[in-house]
């Protein structure tokens, strides 16, 4: 019995082998979230720029995240920059379970409409736009 498989380890190994074909190769990734206040101007220190609905950023710079209400979430980025993401409808699961999950396009980036954000629970918001934020020199 040295050499021979179980048919039933066959099969599985060549369920796994087409499974792996079949799925996408952009990994999901999960964002560490903390509700806070619902806050519409930029925090003090802080000026909003222009919604875009066409801005990407890097998936891989994202840090952490501020659920600010049902439609904005704020993501701190490592090197000090802050982004805020709008949705188009409201998208209350996000601030559930303490975080949220992306699936970052080929390219890597996370875009304002074309990816979104999903809940714990399987919920999904699409990006509607992405906000610069820029540090205020006083």
Known sequence: ???VRHPISWLGGLAGLLLAQALPAQPVSHVPAVRAAPLLAAPAGWALGRPDPRACIPADRIGGALVLGSRTVELSMRGGVRKRLRFAS??????????????RGRDGQLCAGRDKLMGREGGSCRIAAIVSMRKVKY
């Open 90 to 103: 409201d998208c209350p699961q996000l601030a559930y379970y303490g975080g949220f999950y992306y699936k």
């Open 1 to 3: 019995m040295s050499g």
